[in-house]
C-alpha cells in the first residue's frame, strides 16, 4: 500500500505555481494508468483523470461503488435505488430509469466488460485500482463516454501464490466476507487469480408496517476469476469472467422524509449478470495486435411500493390510492474491439509518431416488462423491445514534435442504428454517424512538471421515449455534442513529496439530452428532451503531501459552474440537476508505533437541483470518516466509521402530489444518504 495528500484550492494553485527553487529532481509516480490506448504513469497523462488505488480501497469493500467515486472532483451521484446507481460527472449524466431506455453518459468498464448499463453489479473487493476520466473519450470509449468513463482493473494474475482474506462487522447488521487467491497453474503457460465476495446488510430503514428493519437491506454477492496464458513469447491471452447475484430491497422514500417506512409492498432492487472478456495480444516487431471480445448478460428487477402507504392508513375520504410499479428488464452486450498500436520500432513519419488504429462494434438489445397493478386506472402491463448496433472507426497519432513537445491527434467515427418497438405497436428506428475526436499538445516542461491543452470532442445518441401517455413529438430525442477545453497541470516538487495536478475546462455542450417528467394524478413519466445549448467549466485540483514517512496529507477539490444557455426562459441560466458548484475531500494519515495508522478525511458537497422541472435543491452537505488500522505482518485489523457525526443529507428528490393526508399538494420527497456506520474490518494476507 502507498500513500496520498491535504490543502484548499488556493494552496493548490499557490503551491502549483511556486517557482522552481523549490524543487529538485524526482522520480515521477509508480501509479500507472491503463484505461488509454497506451500504458502510461499518472504523471504523464494529459487529461483531468484521478486514480483510486489500494491505499485508498483497503478499508472500503463493503461500501457502495458509487459513493466511493464521490470523493473524486466534480464526480456526482443519485440513488432512488437500493443505493448510488447512477454517476454524473461534471453536472452530465442519467439520475433515474424507469421506461425509457438508457443510453449512458458516463462509461463503466470493469476488467474490460461494458457494465455501463449494469452499474448495481459494481463492487470493491479484490479491486486494484479505478480510473476515473473526466471529460468526454470520444476517440477511446465513443458513445459511451461524453461526460467521461469509470475504469476498474481488478488485481491481476500473478506466478506467486498469493491469496487475501476478509471479514467485516458493523452496525445495521452488516457482515460481509471475501477470499481471493492466485498463482501460477501450469508452469510457465497459465496462472490464474480467483475471487469471491459476500456482503449483506439490513440497511438503514425501519418498515413500522410490516415490523421489520430489513425492506431496504444489502444483499450481494460476485465472483471474478482471471485467466492468462503465455501462448508464447510472443502472444499472450487474458480471460476474465464475472458473475454478480445482488439482491436487494428497496423502501427508501416515505411521505414525511423519515427513516420509517409505512409501505406495505416493499420492493426491489435486483440484477444477476454473467459476463465475459477475452483479450489476445500480440507482439510483432514494430507493433501490437489487441483483440478483445467480450459479451455480458443481465436479468434486472426495479420495483417500489408507489402510494409509500398501506391500506387504511388514511380515511376514505382522503381519497388514498394502492400502487406498486416493476419494470424487469433482460439485457445482452456484445463487445468487439480490434487494434493494431505501434511499438517503439514502429513508429512512422521519420520515427515522430506512435500511433492506434481500430475497429469497434457493439450489438445490444433489451426487453423491458413493466408491471403496474393499481387500484386506479392505470395500464397493467407494458412491454418493450431495444436494440442498438454500434460500428466505429478510430485512430489516434501521438507525434513528438521535438523532445519536449508532443502533439496528439485522435479521430473516431460512429455508425449507430437503434430499433425500437412495444406493445402500443410503437416502432421506431433510427441510424445516424457520430464523429469524436481530439487535438491536444503535452510540453514537458522538465521531469517533474507536465503543461497540457486538450480540445476533445464527445456524443451520446439520441433515442426514443418508451412513456405511454407521451405525444408521438416527444417520443423522440436528437444526439447530443460537447466540445471541451482542458488545460492542466501534472507537477511534482520537494523530492517527490508534493504531487499535484491541476485541470481547467470549459465545454460548450449542444442540443444536450434533458430529463424531464409529465405528471398526473398519481404517477408520472419520465422522458428526455433536448435543450438547444448548455454551458459548463470549471476546476479540479488533487494534492498530495508526504510532510515525513509518518504523515501524508491529500485533497482532492472540484469546482463547477454549469447552466443552460438556449433551452426555456425559466431555465435559461439555471444550473442543470445534479451539479453542485463545490465538491472537496480533505484528510490525512498518520503511522505511528510502526504497526499503526490513523486516517481521517472531510468529504463535502454543495447544493444542486434535484431535477430539471422543478427548482428544489440538496442542502450542502459535509461528511467526517475515519479508520484506524493495525498491522502485523501478514495480518491487518481495521476499525472505521463513516459520517461520524451522522450528517443527514439527501442523495435523491422528487417534487411531486403523493400524500393524501395534505390534499395531495405537492411536496419534495427524498431518499436519505447512508448515515452513521462503524465496523470491524479483519484481513489476511498469503
Known amino acids: 500500500m502507498t500513500t496520498r495528500t491535504l490543502t484548499l484550492s488556493f494552496i493548490t494553485t499557490s503551491l502549483l505555481l511556486s517557482t522552481s527553487s523549490f524543487a529538485q529532481e524526482v522520480t515521477l ?3 500507472v494508468v491503463s484505461s488509454d490506448f497506451r500504458v502510461k504513469k499518472l504523471s504523464q497523462t494529459s487529461n483531468s483523470i484521478t486514480v483510486i488505488g489500494e491505499d485508498k480501497l483497503y478499508d472500503k469493500s463493503s461500501q457502495s461503488f458509487i459513493e466511493v467515486l464521490s470523493a473524486t472532483p466534480n464526480v456526482n451521484f443519485a440513488a432512488g435505488a437500493s443505493k448510488a446507481k447512477y454517476i ?3 453536472g452530465i449524466g442519467e439520475r433515474s430509469q424507469f421506461e425509457t431506455p438508457m443510453n449512458p453518459s458516463v462509461g463503466l468498464i470493469i476488467d474490460g466488460i461494458d457494465f455501463s448499463h ?23 470509449f465513443g458513445a459511451n463516454g461524453l461526460a467521461g468513463v469509470i475504469s476498474v482493473e481488478s488485481n491481476e494474475p500473478t506466478k506467486e501464490t498469493q491469496g487475501h482474506l476478509e471479514a467485516t462487522a458493523g452496525n445495521y447488521n452488516t457482515k460481509a466476507f471475501g477470499a ?9 503457460t497459465l496462472i490464474g487469480r480467483f475471487s469471491i465476495y459476500k456482503n449483506s446488510s439490513d440497511g438503514y430503514m425501519e418498515n413500522s408496517y410490516l415490523n421489520r428493519d430489513d425492506t431496504n437491506n444489502i444483499d450481494e454477492l460476485t465472483a471474478k476469476a482471471a485467466l492468462r496464458w503465455f501462448v508464447s513469447d510472443k502472444h499472450t491471452i487474458d480471460l476474465n469472467y464475472m458473475h454478480v447475484d445482488i439482491d436487494n430491497g428497496y423502501d427508501a422514500f416515505t411521505l414525511d422524509n423519515s427513516w420509517v417506512s409505512h409501505a406495505d409492498q416493499p420492493g426491489s432492487d435486483t440484477q444477476k449478470t454473467d459476463a465475459f472478456s477475452l483479450k489476445s495480444t500480440y507482439d510483432f516487431e514494430t507493433m501490437q495486435l489487441i483483440s478483445k471480445v467480450s459479451y455480458s448478460t443481465s436479468d434486472m428487477t426495479y420495483s417500489y411500493d408507489e402510494d409509500w402507504s398501506y391500506v387504511g392508513e388514511f380515511d376514505d375520504s382522503l381519497w388514498p390510492y394502492m400502487g406498486f410499479d416493476e419494470y424487469k428488464r ?3 452486450q456484445t463487445d468487439i474491439d480490434v487494434r493494431l498500436v505501434s511499438a517503439e520500432g514502429g513508429r512512422i513519419f521519420h520515427n515522430s509518431t506512435e500511433w492506434t488504429v481500430g475497429f469497434y462494434a457493439k450489438n445490444y438489445d433489451e426487453d423491458m416488462a413493466r408491471f403496474h397493478p393499481t387500484d386506479y386506472d392505470a395500464e397493467l402491463h407494458f412491454n418493450s423491445t431495444y436494440e442498438s448496433q454500434n460500428i466505429a472507426l478510430y485512430t489516434q497519432l501521438d507525434t513528438h514534435l521535438n523532445d ?4 496528439v491527434t485522435g ?9 425500437y418497438s412495444d406493445s402500443h405497436d410503437v416502432k421506431i428506428d433510427n441510424d445516424e454517424v457520430m464523429v469524436g475526436g481530439k487535438i491536444g499538445l503535452n510540453y514537458q516542461y522538465s521531469d517533474r512538471e507536465l503543461l497540457y491543452v486538450t480540445l476533445s470532442r464527445g456524443y451520446k445518441p439520441g433515442g426514443v421515449n418508451a412513456g405511454t401517455t407521451l405525444s408521438q413529438e416527444d417520443k423522440r430525442f436528437e444526439t447530443e455534442t460537447l466540445w471541451n477545453l482542458d488545460l492542466g497541470m501534472n507537477a511534482s516538487y520537494l523530492e517527490n513529496t508534493l504531487v499535484s495536478r491541476l485541470n481547467f475546462f470549459y465545454g460548450k455542450r449542444k442540443d444536450m439530452q434533458v430529463k424531464l417528467y409529465q405528471e398526473d394524478e398519481h404517477s408520472f413519466t419520465d422522458y428526455l428532451s433536448n435543450a438547444a445549448k448548455g454551458t459548463y467549466y470549471g476546476v479540479e485540483s488533487s494534492l498530495d503531501y508526504y510532510a515525513n514517512d509518518a504523515l501524508h496529507l491529500f485533497s482532492s477539490i472540484g469546482l463547477l459552474k454549469s447552466e443552460f444557455d438556449d433551452y426555456t426562459p425559466l431555465l435559461d441560466g439555471r444550473a442543470p440537476a445534479q451539479s453542485p458548484e463545490y465538491q472537496y475531500d480533505i484528510g490525512f494519515d498518520y503511522t505511528f508505533a510502526e504497526a499503526w495508522r490513523f486516517k481521517a478525511d472531510v468529504e463535502g458537497k454543495g447544493s444542486y437541483y434535484f431535477s430539471n422541472t422543478h427548482d428544489q435543491k440538496s442542502k450542502a452537505y459535509a461528511l467526517v470518516n475515519a479508520s484506524l488500522e493495525y498491522t502485523n505482518g501478514e495480518f491487518s485489523a481495521t476499525l472505521w466509521a463513516k459520517n461520524i457525526t451522522d450528517k443527514e443529507y439527501a442523495v435523491r428528490g422528487f417534487y411531486f402530489p403523493n400524500n393524501p393526508g395534505n390534499g395531495y399538494t405537492p ?3 427524498t431518499q436519505k444518504g447512508t448515515p452513521r456506520t462503524f465496523g470491524l474490518t479483519l484481513g489476511y494476507d498469503f
Do not use: H, S
Open 404 to 407: 519536449k513537445l508532443t502533439l
Open 88 to 90: 454524473q460527472i461534471r
Open 180 to 188: 481471493a487467491v492466485g498463482g501460477t497453474l501450469v508452469e510457465d
Open 330 to 332: 433482460e439485457k445482452r
Open 667 to 669: 411536496e419534495l420527497y
Open 29 to 31: 509516480d509508480p501509479i
Open 118 to 140: 449494469a452499474t448495481l453489479g459494481a463492487t470493491l473487493f479484490d479491486v486494484k485500482q479505478i480510473e476515473v476520466l473526466r471529460g468526454p473519450q470520444g476517440t477511446t
Open 411 to 419: 479521430l473516431r467515427v460512429e455508425k449507430w442504428d437503434m430499433e
